[in-house]
């Protein structure tokens, strides 16, 4: 219940924050705060997300492996 009472109060402000970049006097705080929250819900759902460095560099790995034996093939042909 918590969780989805933030994220309501989240984007209602930051609809809120859009809003007020039409008017001819924007508030410059409702702006800020919108854009704080924003990207304090990127970072909760960034973290969410599966961080795997070492997938990435066995994918490196196997490419600089497929590099090198598709060198040896290519010399075999000449």
Do not use: C, H
Not at 13 to 30: D, G, L, Y
């Amino acid at each position: 219940m918590k969780k989805t009472i933030w994220i309501v109060i989240t984007l209602a402000f930051i609809v809120w924050a859009f809003i007020e970049q039409t008017k001819e006097t924007p508030r410059i705080w409702v702006q800020v705060i919108g854009v704080l929250l924003f990207f304090y819900a990127m970072m909760r759902l960034s973290q969410k997300i599966n961080q795997s460095e070492t997938s990435n560099s066995e994918v490196i790995d196997k490419n600089n492996t497929f590099e090198s034996s598709n060198k040896v093939k290519n010399d075999e042909r000449i």
